[in-house]
């Protein structure tokens, strides 16, 4: 049994690794890292900007790191802005959406009541990076979500799993190693295309009625692949691919979410189309 252990030991390394290396730089604990003006519950949204927007950050992601700069870029447009952190494992710090993704959907359920509690509004908006872009689709199918939000937005969102670029096309090859996974890190696990919880999430159709979605996505994503398994089907739909938008955005799975300014014109757009602008190369300086 030690031999096949240490078998596994290459594999399970990998994929941490390369999950790892892909994700935001943890700079501090979010609890004690500055928010610069976001996740103010005295808040109160305006008649231009009625709904909070939730951030949700991706795995291995937290509430402060993987919005240090979308959430300025939203405040200082109006919004109410909040982010929280969500997905931790035992023993692990600085690093989250690693637990069961059906648990985190839980958590963002319990976070959304806490934010339209402290807002006085009924409905609310969530933008989403990876993980952060799939799992609230959970919350909405099976937990209530759908009366309480009105627009989805996924930044890079693995909707319909993930092949790693072709790295969990090795499991078979490792007996017990998909087990292994789902042990250490089940938020991981789950999102490997095929996953039972993917099944689950997607079967009878990716959208319900009464939110709005949309997808933004980068053709140079190395981890949500293949990228255009991001992509949703459904009424109140608008998938993006931001090459399109700009023709030499050269973002990938992180900075997408992260620095891009072009991808965060486009969410300003999904949260206000009655007042969306075009989305080009010159909306870096916007």
Not at 54 to 78: E, M
Request: glycine content about 10%; some cysteine.
């Amino acid at each position: 049994m030690l031999p096949f252990k240490r078998a596994l030991r290459p594999l399970a390394a990998l994929l941490l690794a390369a999950a790892l290396a892909t994700a935001p730089a943890a700079t501090a604990h979010a609890a004690s890292a500055p928010s610069r003006g976001w996740n103010d519950y005295g808040c109160k949204p305006s008649a231009a900007h009625p709904r909070p927007v939730v951030l949700v950050h991706g795995t291995f992601g937290n509430s402060i790191d993987n919005w240090l700069s979308l959430a300025p870029y939203l405040k200082d447009r109006g919004y109410c802005v909040f982010s929280f952190d969500y997905g931790q494992l035992p023993g692990v710090p600085l690093f989250y959406g690693l637990g069961p993704i059906d648990k985190s959907a839980e958590q963002l359920s319990a976070f959304v009541d806490k934010v339209l509690t402290a807002t006085g509004v009924a409905k609310a908006d969530l933008v989403g990076h990876s993980q952060g872009g799939m799992m609230p689709r959970y919350y909405l199918k099976f937990l209530g979500g759908a009366a309480k939000v009105n627009a989805l937005v996924g930044i890079a969102p693995d909707n319909h799993g993930t092949t790693l670029s072709g790295l969990t096309n090795l499991l078979p090859y490792f007996p017990g190693a998909s087990g292994l996974l789902k042990t250490a890190t089940p938020g991981l696990a789950d999102q490997i295309a095929g996953s039972a919880f993917l099944a689950k999430l997607n079967e009878g159709g990716d959208t319900v009625p009464g939110v709005r979605y949309t997808v933004i996505a980068t053709k140079y994503d190395e981890v949500a692949t293949p990228w255009r398994s991001q992509y949703l089907t459904g009424p109140d739909v608008r998938n993006v691919l931001l090459q399109d938008l700009c023709a030499v955005d050269l973002s990938e799975h992180v900075t997408i979410g992260t620095i891009d300014r072009i991808a965060f014109h486009e969410v300003a757009n999904a949260l206000d189309p009655a007042h969306a602008t075009a989305t080009t190369c010159a909306s870096v300086f916007s």
